[in-house]
């Protein structure tokens, strides 16, 4: 059995979803498809949600939008007759509008992922809709009947004992060859939606790998496997054919958006190879990340994560932050789920960067400002080179200003602006 996953960019318009339908089509082995919403989606239903606490108008228009975009889809994908699912979306919809509507919904997060997750409901119906007309015997999943999570909105965890004997009793493929079931959601064990953060349907899928013990998971991607450095941020760059999966989790977690950092380890720990494959050529070869021992392919890799904060504590009283401080530091960004990107350390102070985007800032700067004396740093670039060389140090750091230089012997890092 094989997982495939299609993100977003593979199933944004009609042309998508019958690319999607060719590549299973092809296949001859049994498959667990998972997907995510199609195209920006999941942007959208996260402004709707945004609007619905502000602008109730605004909010109803931006909903009509969405509907009529996947509306659009289904009556190219199904000319002769797009009744049955139009009405489906209809209900979709609407259930919508009321959690929009519904003031008792105060909760920015649980709101969040009530609506949110609809995304993923209305690509895997849509696609399920399709196949079926394909002649292409799909079973559609609700996902959230299968992964049961805490509440934890919009990052929730997954509670693996009993989702993985659902996952085992649901998907039986002695039973059926093709299960269609969405990335991304869950439900929490009160009977909410859940979402599991943002882009997290690698995660999904690579979490039912593990469960089913899948063969293989490939997640269909608009390049052409992973590259060693972002297109769209350098000019010359060259696909790496086979990387381990520790190589693979430093890339991911560094900020190559390739593939979602969790993705690796439900892999690694059942040794699981992925493979990330161009759903626009799909018989070229893509990347595979599997046990690999060396990485020899000699290219060295440049990963840039974006809108970075620097944020650096001082003790007012000059005393020791590693043998004070840190414990409760970390504990605070533990409890408060900050992911931290980059730590270093003096004597007397610890300096370490957080996504910009991260919401509570004020609170966290607030919480510090208490012990320590806090100076921080926006929109900032975390570089990272791995297997780097002194000229490719002095180029990429060229005319930039560096708050923060690292380097091992595989790895620097530079926050710079
Ligand atoms: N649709 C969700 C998102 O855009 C999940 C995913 O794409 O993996 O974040
Ligand atoms: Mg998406």
């Known amino acids: 059995m094989i997982v495939y996953k299609f993100g977003g960019a593979s199933v944004k318009d009609a042309t998508g979803v019958k690319n999607l ?11 667990l498809i998972v997907v995510s919403a199609m195209g920006k989606t999941t942007n959208a239903l996260e402004e709707i949600v945004k609007l619905s606490f502000v602008n109730i108008d605004e909010c109803t228009e931006k909903i009509n939008q969405l509907y009529h975009q996947h509306f659009q889809i289904c009556s190219e994908l199904f000319p002769d007759d797009s009744e049955p699912i139009d009405s489906q979306l209809k209900g979709d919809f609407s259930k919508i509008s009321l959690l929009a509507s519904d003031k008792s919904l105060n909760q920015f997060d649980v709101k969040y992922d009530q609506i949110v997750s609809f995304g ?18 799909s079973a559609f999943v609700d996902i959230r009947e299968v992964f049961i999570t805490d509440e934890t909105y919009r990052e929730a965890i997954i509670d693996t004992d009993l989702s993985k004997s659902n996952t085992i009793k649901i998907f039986d493929f002695s039973k059926q060859s093709i299960y269609l079931t969405q990335g991304f959601i869950g439900c929490s064990k009160n009977g909410l939606s859940t979402t599991l953060g943002r882009e997290g349907s690698d995660y999904t899928a690579a979490i039912l790998a593990n469960f089913l013990d899948a063969e293989k998971m490939i997640v269909w991607k608009d390049v052409e496997g992973i590259m060693n450095a972002d297109p769209q941020c350098f000019d ?8 381990s999966y520790q ?83 970390f504990q605070y960004l533990s409890l408060h789920r900050v992911k931290v990107n980059l730590i270093q350390n ?3 102070s610890i300096s370490f960067c957080i996504d910009n985007s991260y919401v509570k800032i004020g609170e966290l700067l607030e919480y510090f400002q208490k012990e320590y004396k806090v100076l921080y740093n926006e ?39």
């Open 120 to 137: 993923e409901i209305f690509s895997t119906r849509i696609i399920n809709a399709y196949m079926n007309t394909k002649n292409i015997k």
């Open 346 to 348: 003096s004597a007397i």
């Open 247 to 329: 190589e693979a989790v430093e890339l991911a977690y560094f900020g190559a958006k390739v593939i979602h950092p969790k993705t690796l380890k439900p892999l690694h720990n059942k040794n699981i190879p992925l493979y990330v494959k161009s759903f626009i050529n799909p018989t070229g070869q893509g990347t595979t990340i599997h046990d690999y021992n060396e990485y020899d392919q000699n290219l060295p890799l440049y990963i840039i994560k974006k809108d970075q904060m620097l944020i650096s504590l001082f003790p007012k009283d000059l005393s020791f932050v590693i043998e004070d401080g840190l414990k409760d530091i």
């Open 379 to 417: 929109n900032l670039e975390l570089l990272t080179i791995r297997h780097y060389s002194e000229k490719d140090v002095l180029k990429l750091t060229a005319r930039r200003k560096i708050f923060i230089e690292q380097r091992s012997r595989h790895t620097a890092h530079f926050v710079i602006q």
């Open 236 to 243: 010359k760059t060259e696909r790496l054919n086979k990387i």
């Open 21 to 31: 339908i060719e590549i299973v089509k092809k296949s001859t082995d049994k498959l």
